[in-house]
């Protein structure tokens, strides 16, 4: 089992950023990484992904322009950078590990393709 911790979540203004990190103990080179997001009331929902080789990315709507996910598989270390943030990202972010060994990527990505959670990192934006 994959242990995944976040880092990287505070307290920022509107239009600032925040470079998040999850770091790994484990294996997951051959798995795809994902960043997922829970705000106060609301379901848990897909934010981004990234292939097991880094050669994809998958953005939510609501997040594409303004985030860019990383992996460096040497370090085994997911990032996700998060520019001119809203108070709408407002949430606790969760990396999570693909189920999948050497997964096509999708454009569909749910909870349920990712075995692997971390505890979260929180990220609030102010306005």
């Known amino acids: 089992q994959v242990q995944l911790v976040e880092s990287g979540g505070g307290l920022v203004q509107a239009g600032g950023s925040l470079r998040l990190s999850c770091a790994a103990s484990g294996r997951t080179f051959g798995y795809a990484m994902g960043w997922f997001r829970q705000a106060p009331g609301k379901e848990r929902e897909f934010v981004a992904a990234i292939t097991w080789n880094g050669g994809s990315t998958y953005y939510a709507d609501s997040v594409k322009g303004r985030f860019t996910i990383s992996r460096d598989n040497v370090k085994n270390t997911a990032y996700l950078q998060m520019n001119s943030l809203k108070p709408e990202d407002t949430a606790v972010y969760y990396c999570?590990?693909?189920?999948?060994?050497?997964?096509?990527?999708?454009?569909?990505?749910?909870?349920?393709?990712?075995?692997?959670w971390g505890q979260g990192t929180q990220v609030t934006v102010s306005s």
């Open positions: 999570a590990v693909d189920r999948r060994p050497f997964a096509s990527g999708s454009y569909y990505y749910t909870r349920d393709d990712f075995g692997s």
